[in-house]
């Protein structure tokens, strides 16, 4: 299977303006992403695909770039808008700012797509904070590895232990969190990405929701590796001190 892993680039964060840009141990973040992709061994290509030219003058020294409208209301839309037009069998979604993620857990989540529409990972939660923080999203999973549902709020509810702190209830229930990266037969990404918003979506502000609202199965690889993604500059000094003692 031809699959391509897509970077979705912007520069305009809220949060973090031109964050793809900022510099991490001598490089771009978005070449450190890059960097990673290419070390999986189920992508067939490693692409860039932004609205600025900026980014793009940037990627173009270590990889692909393609360019994508700029209204685009989210990174499916971006990476969707690339897949219209390049002849892939499958794509995986990286997130532009996790620039130590694991090509091991991209290749899980290349390889599940060899008899799935759709695919993810999530990593079993070991940090009492995450138990409870909503921007640590939750995964429930059934009997054959597929996604029951995603939540901001801690899934599921522990009904015996619902009153124990945190530690205890982690002690109790492998609790899974999602990690955000995401595999798509290319036909299935398509079809995704014509539908509305739907109802869960909107409401909990996870755009994988709309997926099983529209009876896409989405399998979910469960790894050991944890990613760090980079939302402030705070989160970049923090990953430039943890490459800094490995190296």
């Given amino acids: 299977m031809n699959i391509a892993g897509i970077i979705p680039a912007r520069y305009g964060s809220s949060r973090f303006p031109g964050k793809p840009l900022e510099l991490l141990a001598g490089k771009p973040l978005i070449e450190h992403v890059a960097d990673r992709c290419r070390l999986a061994k189920r992508l067939s290509e490693v692409i860039v695909a932004t609205d600025d030219q900026r980014i793009a003058d940037v990627a173009a ?4 770039v393609e360019m994508t ?7 499916s839309d971006r990476v969707a808008e690339v897949a219209k037009r390049c002849e892939f069998d499958a794509i995986v979604n990286v997130q532009g700012d996790e620039p130590m993620i ?34 640590a999203v939750k995964v429930v999973v059934n009997a054959a590895g597929q996604a029951l549902y995603f939540s901001r709020h801690t899934i599921p509810y522990l009904r015996d232990a619902a009153d124990a702190p945190s530690e205890e209830q982690l002690a109790a229930f ?8 995401y595999g798509y037969r290319r036909e299935t990404l398509l079809r995704l990405v014509a539908q509305p918003v739907s109802p869960l979506e909107r ?13 896409i199965a ?9 990613s760090v993604g980079i939302d402030t500059p705070e989160d970049l000094q923090r990953v430039h001190e943890i490459l800094t003692k490995k190296q």
């Fill in 102 to 135: 694991d090509p091991g857990v991209i290749d899980r989540v290349a390889a599940l797509l060899d008899d799935n529409e759709m695919s993810t990972a999530a990593v079993p939660i070991a940090d009492a904070a995450e138990h409870d923080n909503p921007n």
């Fill in 218 to 226: 989405i399998a979910v690889a469960v790894v050991d590796h944890d």
């Fill in 203 to 215: 409401a909990e502000k996870l755009e994988q929701l709309r997926a099983l609202e529209n009876g």
């Fill in 69 to 75: 409208r700029a209204d685009h209301p989210s990174g």
């Fill in 61 to 64: 020294r270590f990889c692909r």
């Fill in 174 to 181: 492998p609790f899974l969190k999602h990690l955000g990266i």
